[in-house]
């Protein structure tokens, strides 16, 4: 059974991830199935697409499901990781994607939010950056993808602190576009989605394209790429990562010695 429903409605495309019991956990599983709804919608040429839970959700996303993570020894947010590869493809898809979030948005969800190009939000939203919590070393990529749509020292609060930002916040630091009421938010993101669709796609897919290089484009030496990747592996490598990891499946609260 797919975790995620679609729906094409003319030229406009709805990716529903629906695995409630797990709050929508990026779990592979879900990953796979999100790819596969990509591929479809790209199929079926999309011009616009929406990214959303089911409505009146209370969770939009529990982030990356925290069973997956390697309990050591290695990158727990190498290339190959289910988050990093659905934030490649929605980066990569052709046609802008929306994220219509209603609930709570925690980790690596933040991410995939803000990887799309637009966020239509309810004032009830909240978004929190959660790895300190849990003692993972976030992903330079992934980083880059805040820095890209907030400024620096509000990044460095939420990564910091793990605490929400809610959506007025938000809103006002424009890491969301639009807030709308629950009521109002689905006719809101589809009349904005059909007016994207009615403009020329190739145009507005080269101007995707070409934003998603240009916020890239900041040159990042090697020796300095290998210090982030350094600094990374000391925090895998740990005991408080293993503890992290541990007292997230005991339902306990960690204890870290920096150790």
Known sequence: MSLVT????????????NHGRKHNALSAALVDDLLAAFDVMERA???ALVLRAPKG????????????????GRDPLGWNDPLRTVIRRIGDFPAP?????EGTVWGGACELALSCDLVIATPEVTFAITP????????VTGLLTFMSRMPLPVLKEMAFTGEPVDAARALSLGFVNHVQQAADID???MKM???????????VTAMKRSIGILAAASPLPPIMFEQIQGERRKVWDSTDYREGMAAFLERREPVYKGE
Request: aromatic share 6%.
């Open 6 to 17: 679609t729906d094409l409605a003319a030229t406009v495309g709805t990716i529903t991830m």
């Open 132 to 139: 300190a919590k849990l003692s993972v070393p976030y992903n």
């Open 187 to 189: 006719a809101f993101v």
């Open 45 to 47: 040429k999309a011009r």
């Open 97 to 101: 994607v929306i994220a219509l979030v």
């Open 57 to 72: 959700v209370k969770v939009w996303s529990a982030g990356h499901d925290v069973k997956e993570l390697p309990a050591g």
């Open 193 to 203: 989605a059909a007016r994207i669709a009615l403009n020329a796609p190739l145009s």
